[in-house]
């Protein structure tokens, strides 16, 4: 019988990260610049990121070695556990093994670490002594918040304002980790009075606290600029969860046919899917599917355009999936899954064929949650059940064709500050909300020529 | 050099809990009906208690084997990983090695499953369909819930009206795995509508949710009561905790000169200490140190009588340490450490010399539990952060000293839901108490004789 919990030795952490560029049959399109239209160079990116990580952003080097501090560090809760989810199976009556890698285990509660980790220690190499940020609900912030104190550096958290008042837990989080948070827009800075002035009520939004944030880093020499999603080199530091999830499955014999994982900006995706990317390059007979809300379906709706990364149109142009960096998402509590864009790179891989795609409506996603909780125990964060409900209704299907496939699920985090969103569940006030088709096409004619 | 985390196998979690009642060289006094003074029958207890917890609650065998299908349980989240504090060493720049234990890692977060699963499981096997119990801030609460969902059993818990209201997320979290949570007091029972009568605007105590409780198990033929802490059958079910940290130490060739644990009834730290204390003994010389907030220091300033477990005087006289069952905790933010007595086995080892006590003001400990945070990342409960604080002012003395100990530290639970407790101390608004000594004079006067 195989064990509950399938775990691997601390020397088993994986000593690098895999990286898709290098075998992707056709590369990833260049970031323009929205001015020139000219493919952004290194040069452009200074300000804001230390070189280590601009390499890493274009590398197309397939291993790149994790520093030893870094997995000093990853060894707080990493190798994370992979379950085999015995309860679940049994409660669903199906003949197919799941098996979940849980993220949870983390300080911060998610798998966001494993890059903030990485990204501090780059930045305090290169001699910064600051990180600005951004956040929404606080879970990137935090994850930074606490890979700052491993490094001494002083992370700068700019959190909506509305988060910053109706989530203080989040908020307290950080700051017990040592880091100054602001409520976003600020005086602090210049995008942020500017709005201010114009609005002195609002209550932000992510675009207005990520151009704070931009703005804190290259107005100031000692601080740079993280993000905690989206780009290359956030996907090549969270491989480390698909790379540890083959090795626990090899341990037990077992190669998944179906990959689950949630997409928001793509970096908890590009962790545990990328490294069975590789095997399908290599002819590996495995489908990987990303699991998105109906209410933000960028990749099952959006179209694949160059767009800009944040609303307020300051980041270089992506080629990726977008709804039109004009979206306004609804009020869904998956708050990690409302951005209107992807990462470039599943962006690129779901175009090109080698990823499927799968849209849920919000109560069924708690419904499985719900499931999940019971038989499980684990009481997963809203995005990380949009995976558990791909794993759940593939499982349902087996039980009904007799089909016995291996399901792996990608289980980002734990829902301790995300219970409101359960009671609003309990409570039957959950709209099932999709987002109109017309609003994608609307939002692609304001798209910049490039 | 060791491992950050030193971990065991599924199949390396204990098979047998250790009861510390075979191996005392004076036996406990035995519990008393409070209207006979006459001990307490077998019989008196099962109107709310399945036989074999009664039986665990008096038996002198050294082990009791666990059942296999809670060790499936334990598998969730056991064996929880023993750390080597290494960053927390180097901090304190001590020649002292620090491990702590961390059953952080639990679904409900705490210590508190290691009880709730096995009773149960218990009260599943006696045919028992309903379990109620009382909870105040909810850590107890979620536990049972949780064990629940396992067992098929419907959970009722009376949660003290002021939690219910101010700390919703708790109260979330059990309805998530299925229980019904009733703010307390109630309607739905006599003690409750005799209380409402005479105080509709009353908030609750926990003294009042036990009386409601114990009435809702004593009234229904299909419900059980069940207790999360002071009795010996909890004891009994904690100490896979220290049982699995003899192993792990073991495997890096260490034993403590030192173990801390927190006391607020007494389970948590019956868990990490008994199985050091069946090594004193037999002779083995490692201190065991009680910590105890100063705001409720029931072993250092209390007094080892025959008193209530509760405020109501509805439960049989136990031989414990007491501040008075009539004891008021101030508002401090270790809820879990706000209780008058603590553990009968405790409490007399204490009294015997088998043990050793600590009480700490507030201050101290959250400054305590922020530079664990700094360092070891993890943040921890209040409750636990009373035995982080033991640990650290050892690791200092060893500092000063030049003394190598090796020090252990019994780490029951995280603080993801103490968090307004973190704030109020970063905004500088704790109060370091002290219960004051004539208070305990007092309360020892209305103490029943015996």
Redesign the interface.
């Known amino acids: 019988m195989t ?3 399938i ?1 691997l ?3 088993e952490i994986p000593t690098r990260w895999y990286n898709v560029q290098a075998d992707m049959p056709e590369p990833l399109e260049p970031y323009l610049n929205p001015g020139t239209k000219e493919p952004v160079t290194p040069e452009d990116l200074q300000p804001i990121f230390p070189g280590a990580l601009i390499e890493q952003e274009v590398s197309r080097d397939r291993w790149v070695t994790i520093p030893e501090e870094v997995r ?1 560090i990853y ?3 990493r190798p994370s556990p992979l379950y085999r989810a015995k ?1 679940l199976e049994e409660e669903l009556e199906t003949p197919a093994k799941i098996f979940y890698k849980w993220e949870g ?1 983390s ?1 911060p ?1 998610s798998h966001k670490p494993n890059t903030s980790v990485a990204q501090a220690y780059y930045n305090r190499e290169a001699g910064i002594e600051r990180l600005a940020t951004e956040t929404g609900a606080g879970q990137w912030g935090s994850a930074l918040s ?1 890979a700052g ?2 490094f001494d550096l002083d992370i700068s958290v700019y959190m909506v304002k509305v988060s910053y008042e109706q989530k ?2 989040r908020r ?2 950080m ?4 880091a100054e948070v602001t409520p976003s827009p600020s005086e602090k800075t210049q995008a942020g009075r500017k709005l201010l002035e114009r609005d002195p009520d609002t209550t932000g939004s992510l675009g207005i606290a990520i151009s704070e944030a931009v703005e804190d880093a290259a107005t100031r020499d000692d601080t740079n600029y993280s993000l905690g999603s989206v780009l290359n080199h956030v996907a090549l530091h969270q491989t480390v969860i698909g790379l540890e999830a083959k090795k626990q499955l090899d341990k037990v014999g077992e190669y998944p046919d179906v990959v689950y994982g949630n997409v928001g900006g793509g970096s908890n995706f590009a962790g545990i899917a990328f490294p069975f990317v590789n095997d399908r390059f290599d002819g590996e007979d495995v489908e990987i599917v990303c699991c998105e809300p109906t209410a933000c379906p960028t990749l099952t709706k959006g179209l694949f355009r160059y767009d800009f990364g944040d609303t307020a149109m300051m980041t270089p142009l992506m080629p990726m999936y977008t709804l039109g960096h004009d979206f306004v998402p609804p009020a869904i509590h998956a708050g990690g899954l409302r951005y209107h864009g992807d990462s470039p790179l599943v962006s690129k891989l779901y175009h090109d064929g080698h990823l499927s795609a799968e849209a849920f409506y919000q109560n069924p996603v708690f419904e499985a949650a ?1 499931l999940f ?7 997963v964060a809203p995005e990380a059940a949009h995976a558990v409900k791909g794993g759940i209704d593939q499982a349902k299907r087996c039980a009904r064709t007799g089909e016995e496939k291996t399901i792996l699920i990608g289980n980002s985090g734990h829902g ?2 995300d ?2 969103a ?2 609003e569940y ?1 409570q039957g006030n959950l709209v099932d909300y999709e987002y109109p088709e017309e609003l994608v096409k609307e939002s692609m004619e304001k798209l910049p020529e490039v």
């Open positions: 064990d509950t919990k775990t030795k601390e020397s000093d060894k707080t809760w309860n285990v300080p509660g606490y104190t491993h203080p837990y307290i989080m700051e017990t980790w040592g719900e909780a019971h038989t499980e125990g684990h009481i301790h500050f219970l409101a359960y009671d309990h």
